[in-house]
T-cell receptor
Framework: KAGVTQTPRYLIKTRGQQVTLSCSPI?????VSWYQQTPGQGLQFLFE???????NKGNFPGRFSGRQFSNSRSEMNVSTLELGDSALYLC??????????FGPGTRLTVL | GQSLEQPSEVTAVEGAIVQINCTYQ??????LSWYQQHDGGAPTFLSY????GLEETGRFSSFLSRSDSYGYLLLQELQMKDSASYFC???????????FGKGTMLLVSP
Protein backbone atom coordinates (compact mmCIF):
# COMPACT_ATOMS: atom_id res chain seq x y z
CA LYS A 1 0.00 0.00 0.00
CA ALA A 2 1.48 3.34 -1.03
CA GLY A 3 2.27 5.81 1.73
CA VAL A 4 1.36 9.45 2.03
CA THR A 5 2.81 11.51 -0.78
CA GLN A 6 3.43 15.22 -0.84
CA THR A 7 4.34 17.48 -3.70
CA PRO A 8 6.46 19.36 -4.27
CA ARG A 9 9.21 18.19 -1.95
CA TYR A 10 11.09 21.49 -2.07
CA LEU A 11 9.93 24.99 -2.86
CA ILE A 12 11.58 28.39 -2.87
CA LYS A 13 9.41 31.48 -2.92
CA THR A 14 9.83 35.16 -2.21
CA ARG A 15 7.97 37.29 0.30
CA GLY A 16 4.49 38.27 -0.80
CA GLN A 17 4.00 35.31 -3.11
CA GLN A 18 1.54 32.53 -2.50
CA VAL A 19 2.08 28.79 -2.53
CA THR A 20 -0.04 25.65 -2.83
CA LEU A 21 1.09 22.33 -1.39
CA SER A 22 -0.50 19.00 -2.20
CA CYS A 23 -1.00 15.83 -0.20
CA SER A 24 -2.30 12.43 -1.26
CA PRO A 25 -3.27 10.26 1.72
CA ILE A 26 -3.04 6.52 2.03
CA UNK A 27 -5.83 4.87 0.08
CA UNK A 28 -8.92 4.55 2.28
CA UNK A 29 -7.86 7.23 4.76
CA UNK A 30 -10.39 10.03 4.89
CA UNK A 31 -8.73 12.18 7.53
CA VAL A 32 -5.90 14.46 6.46
CA SER A 33 -4.06 16.76 8.86
CA TRP A 34 -1.44 19.40 8.14
CA TYR A 35 1.40 20.42 10.44
CA GLN A 36 4.12 23.04 10.28
CA GLN A 37 7.51 22.03 11.64
CA THR A 38 10.19 24.57 12.52
CA PRO A 39 13.29 24.19 14.69
CA GLY A 40 12.03 26.69 17.24
CA GLN A 41 8.35 25.73 17.49
CA GLY A 42 8.39 22.04 16.73
CA LEU A 43 5.34 20.47 15.10
CA GLN A 44 2.32 22.73 15.12
CA PHE A 45 -1.13 21.72 13.96
CA LEU A 46 -2.58 23.69 11.07
CA PHE A 47 -5.87 22.01 10.20
CA GLU A 48 -7.62 18.70 9.73
CA UNK A 49 -10.00 17.65 7.00
CA UNK A 50 -12.40 14.74 6.92
CA UNK A 51 -14.68 13.97 4.00
CA UNK A 52 -14.04 17.38 2.44
CA UNK A 53 -14.92 19.25 5.66
CA UNK A 54 -12.52 21.10 7.91
CA UNK A 55 -12.99 19.47 11.30
CA ASN A 56 -10.41 21.35 13.27
CA LYS A 57 -8.14 24.34 12.87
CA GLY A 58 -4.98 25.39 14.67
CA ASN A 59 -3.91 28.83 15.72
CA PHE A 60 -2.58 30.17 12.45
CA PRO A 61 -3.51 33.36 10.59
CA GLY A 62 -6.08 33.36 7.83
CA ARG A 63 -3.29 33.40 5.23
CA PHE A 64 -3.15 29.65 5.79
CA SER A 65 -6.02 27.77 4.23
CA GLY A 66 -6.74 24.33 2.95
CA ARG A 67 -9.24 22.10 1.29
CA GLN A 68 -9.94 18.45 0.66
CA PHE A 69 -11.29 16.88 -2.46
CA SER A 70 -13.74 14.01 -2.88
CA ASN A 71 -10.84 11.58 -3.41
CA SER A 72 -9.42 12.67 0.00
CA ARG A 73 -6.47 14.45 -1.59
CA SER A 74 -5.80 17.72 0.20
CA GLU A 75 -4.15 21.01 -0.60
CA MET A 76 -3.00 23.79 1.63
CA ASN A 77 -2.41 27.33 0.50
CA VAL A 78 -0.37 30.08 2.06
CA SER A 79 -0.89 33.57 0.71
CA THR A 80 1.28 36.65 1.12
CA LEU A 81 4.26 34.63 2.24
CA GLU A 82 6.43 35.90 5.08
CA LEU A 83 9.99 34.93 5.97
CA GLY A 84 8.64 33.19 9.08
CA ASP A 85 6.63 30.79 6.93
CA SER A 86 9.83 28.97 6.00
CA ALA A 87 9.30 25.51 7.42
CA LEU A 88 8.72 21.86 6.71
CA TYR A 89 5.04 21.31 6.02
CA LEU A 90 3.90 17.82 6.89
CA CYS A 91 0.72 16.11 5.91
CA UNK A 92 -0.61 13.09 7.79
CA UNK A 93 -3.46 10.75 7.04
CA UNK A 94 -5.37 8.63 9.48
CA UNK A 95 -7.94 5.87 9.45
CA UNK A 96 -8.99 5.60 13.07
CA UNK A 97 -7.37 8.64 14.66
CA UNK A 98 -4.92 6.94 16.98
CA UNK A 99 -2.12 6.54 14.46
CA UNK A 100 -1.18 9.14 11.94
CA UNK A 101 0.89 8.36 8.87
CA PHE A 102 3.09 11.22 7.81
CA GLY A 103 4.29 12.12 4.37
CA PRO A 104 7.88 13.19 3.67
CA GLY A 105 6.92 16.85 3.84
CA THR A 106 7.41 19.91 1.67
CA ARG A 107 10.38 22.07 2.57
CA LEU A 108 9.34 25.68 1.93
CA THR A 109 11.95 28.41 1.90
CA VAL A 110 10.79 32.03 1.74
CA LEU A 111 13.41 34.55 0.62
CA GLY B 1 -3.70 26.38 26.75
CA GLN B 2 -2.21 23.12 25.63
CA SER B 3 1.38 22.31 26.52
CA LEU B 4 3.61 19.26 26.55
CA GLU B 5 7.00 19.23 28.23
CA GLN B 6 9.79 16.83 27.37
CA PRO B 7 13.57 17.07 27.68
CA SER B 8 15.30 18.65 24.71
CA GLU B 9 18.15 16.17 24.55
CA VAL B 10 19.14 12.81 25.99
CA THR B 11 22.39 10.92 25.42
CA ALA B 12 23.08 7.25 25.98
CA VAL B 13 25.39 4.46 24.83
CA GLU B 14 24.61 1.44 22.73
CA GLY B 15 22.95 -1.35 24.67
CA ALA B 16 21.72 0.94 27.42
CA ILE B 17 18.16 1.79 28.46
CA VAL B 18 16.81 5.32 28.22
CA GLN B 19 13.56 6.87 29.39
CA ILE B 20 12.07 9.99 27.80
CA ASN B 21 9.48 11.70 29.98
CA CYS B 22 6.53 13.78 28.88
CA THR B 23 4.17 15.83 31.01
CA TYR B 24 1.12 17.44 29.49
CA GLN B 25 -1.53 20.04 30.17
CA UNK B 26 -4.42 19.89 27.75
CA UNK B 27 -8.07 20.82 27.86
CA UNK B 28 -9.12 17.36 26.76
CA UNK B 29 -7.40 14.00 26.68
CA UNK B 30 -8.00 10.99 24.49
CA UNK B 31 -4.54 9.49 24.52
CA LEU B 32 -0.77 9.97 24.43
CA SER B 33 1.23 9.01 21.36
CA TRP B 34 4.93 8.77 20.63
CA TYR B 35 6.55 9.43 17.28
CA GLN B 36 10.11 8.99 16.07
CA GLN B 37 11.68 11.27 13.50
CA HIS B 38 15.09 10.74 11.97
CA ASP B 39 16.91 13.77 10.66
CA GLY B 40 15.39 14.70 7.31
CA GLY B 41 12.65 12.10 7.61
CA ALA B 42 8.96 12.01 8.39
CA PRO B 43 7.64 11.29 11.88
CA THR B 44 6.68 7.64 12.31
CA PHE B 45 4.26 6.27 14.87
CA LEU B 46 5.70 4.28 17.78
CA SER B 47 2.93 3.84 20.33
CA TYR B 48 -0.36 5.04 21.73
CA UNK B 49 -1.68 4.90 25.28
CA UNK B 50 -5.29 5.72 26.04
CA UNK B 51 -5.42 4.02 29.42
CA UNK B 52 -3.05 3.98 32.38
CA GLY B 53 -0.29 1.45 32.30
CA LEU B 54 2.51 0.11 30.20
CA GLU B 55 2.34 -0.84 26.52
CA GLU B 56 5.22 -2.88 25.11
CA THR B 57 6.22 -3.15 21.49
CA GLY B 58 9.53 -4.92 21.04
CA ARG B 59 12.37 -2.84 22.44
CA PHE B 60 10.07 0.13 23.00
CA SER B 61 7.58 0.57 25.83
CA SER B 62 5.30 3.46 26.65
CA PHE B 63 3.68 4.31 29.95
CA LEU B 64 0.81 6.57 30.87
CA SER B 65 -0.53 7.93 34.15
CA ARG B 66 -3.58 10.04 33.43
CA SER B 67 -3.92 11.17 37.06
CA ASP B 68 -0.39 12.61 36.90
CA SER B 69 -0.72 13.87 33.30
CA TYR B 70 2.52 12.06 32.66
CA GLY B 71 3.91 9.49 30.33
CA TYR B 72 7.23 8.12 29.21
CA LEU B 73 8.83 6.23 26.39
CA LEU B 74 11.32 3.54 27.37
CA LEU B 75 13.87 2.36 24.84
CA GLN B 76 15.83 -0.76 25.67
CA GLU B 77 18.93 -2.31 24.12
CA LEU B 78 19.72 0.95 22.39
CA GLN B 79 21.13 0.81 18.89
CA MET B 80 22.86 3.49 16.86
CA LYS B 81 19.83 3.66 14.57
CA ASP B 82 17.73 4.82 17.53
CA SER B 83 19.46 8.20 17.32
CA ALA B 84 16.54 10.42 16.35
CA SER B 85 14.06 12.92 17.74
CA TYR B 86 11.18 11.56 19.77
CA PHE B 87 7.93 13.45 20.14
CA CYS B 88 5.13 12.91 22.56
CA UNK B 89 1.73 14.03 21.31
CA UNK B 90 -1.68 14.30 22.88
CA UNK B 91 -4.92 13.60 21.08
CA UNK B 92 -7.07 16.08 22.92
CA UNK B 93 -10.27 15.81 20.95
CA UNK B 94 -12.46 13.31 19.24
CA UNK B 95 -10.75 13.94 15.94
CA UNK B 96 -7.28 13.04 14.72
CA UNK B 97 -5.66 16.31 15.76
CA UNK B 98 -2.45 15.94 17.71
CA UNK B 99 -0.70 18.49 19.90
CA PHE B 100 3.02 17.74 19.91
CA GLY B 101 5.78 18.35 22.40
CA LYS B 102 8.90 20.04 21.04
CA GLY B 103 10.75 16.77 20.82
CA THR B 104 13.66 15.06 22.52
CA MET B 105 16.80 14.47 20.52
CA LEU B 106 18.31 11.12 21.47
CA LEU B 107 21.99 10.65 20.71
CA VAL B 108 23.26 7.08 20.96
CA SER B 109 27.02 6.68 21.02
CA PRO B 110 29.11 3.52 20.58
Amino acid sequence: KAGVTQTPRYLIKTRGQQVTLSCSPISGHRSVSWYQQTPGQGLQFLFEYFSETQRNKGNFPGRFSGRQFSNSRSEMNVSTLELGDSALYLCASSLAGNEQFFGPGTRLTVL
Amino acid sequence: GQSLEQPSEVTAVEGAIVQINCTYQTSGFYGLSWYQQHDGGAPTFLSYNALDGLEETGRFSSFLSRSDSYGYLLLQELQMKDSASYFCAVRDGGYSTLTFGKGTMLLVSP
